[in-house]
């Protein structure tokens, strides 16, 4: 099963490397994705998500761990 902090996150380990790999990518490709811009685009990804749950928009704090978690 999923542990504690996997269901506490915002994305799931998929989306979120996905999310990385967009923004990679952009920057490759001389088009950098700002942090502000990132929470909006976790968002659409997370509401893409086939839940019957409301996805509710990420926490004032997510763009840290998220930049955290992945400092590429």
């Given at each position: 099963g999923k542990t504690k902090a996997e269901r506490r996150?915002?994305?799931?380990?998929?989306?979120?490397?996905?999310?990385?790999?967009?923004?990679?990518?952009?920057?490759?490709?001389g088009s950098p994705i700002r942090i502000k811009s990132i929470?909006?685009?976790a968002f659409i990804l997370a509401r893409r998500r086939s839940t019957s749950k409301a996805i509710k928009p990420r926490n004032k704090n997510w763009p840290q761990a998220f930049t955290r978690r992945n400092p590429e």
């Open positions: 996150q915002y994305l799931t380990p998929s989306e979120e490397k996905a999310l990385v790999i967009y923004i990679l990518r952009a920057a490759a490709l929470p909006p685009l």
